[in-house]
């Protein structure tokens, strides 16, 4: 449903928060502890979908080395390679998921927040992360 509407030029957000994680045990569905990551799941439906690009949202204008120290530096694109060998550097429960999401969809990504999004689109803001297929 989700290529159908794509492909009918309709813009489709998908893979919101939420729902119950479950598993399957002797035919029935049990509800189990575990977290459902919305930027991972954006990342394979972008991939199924072989989407030119993937958006990610977050809190903040783009990834940063360093983040919240006085030597911050603000990455506006980073190849793959780049980005694998930042991750330990990441935040993991705030913007390494994002990167890792980054590398998982395997295209172009830009991650960067609300506010300063049409100025990333524009190229002029957020981080890029060129991927193994672009």
Known sequence: MIR?????????????????PVVRRGGRLSGVDAVIDKDRASALLARGLRAERLLVLT???AV??????SDEEELRELTTTEAESLLPELA???????VESALAFGGETLITNFDALESALAGHGGTRIRGRMG
Not at 4 to 20: K, P, Q, S
Not at 64 to 69: A, D, E, H, L, S
Not at 92 to 98: D, T
Request: with cysteine.
């Open 92 to 98: 993991e429960g705030s913007i390494r998921p994002k």
């Open 59 to 61: 809190e903040v204008p």
């Open 64 to 69: 940063y080395r360093n983040f919240g120290r």
């Open 4 to 20: 159908r509407l794509v492909e009918n030029g309709a813009v489709a957000i998908a893979c919101g928060g939420g729902g119950i």
